[in-house]
């Protein structure tokens, strides 16, 4: 479980730096992510589908 709960903070922290914002409650998220997941696959999944949000609605000049 810490290995999916890290796995998961770093593409938090990767999605972080792309985007220049700070999820101020990174260490949550990541929990509540990893909770429901089996493997590091399935993180990256979730956190792919996140990064694609931030980059659709992201508005310009944020």
Do not use: P
Not at 2 to 30: C, F, G, H, P, T
Not at 50 to 57: A, E, K, M, Q, V
Request: proline share 0%; glycine share 4%.
């Amino acid at each position: 479980m810490d290995e999916i709960v890290e796995q998961a903070k770093a593409q938090l922290m990767m999605i972080e730096q792309i985007y220049d914002l700070k999820i101020i409650n990174r260490d949550d998220v990541a929990g509540l992510i990893a909770s429901n997941m089996d493997n590091n696959r399935q993180v990256l999944t979730i956190c792919s589908s996140l990064n694609s949000w931030i980059l659709i609605n992201k508005k310009k000049g944020m």
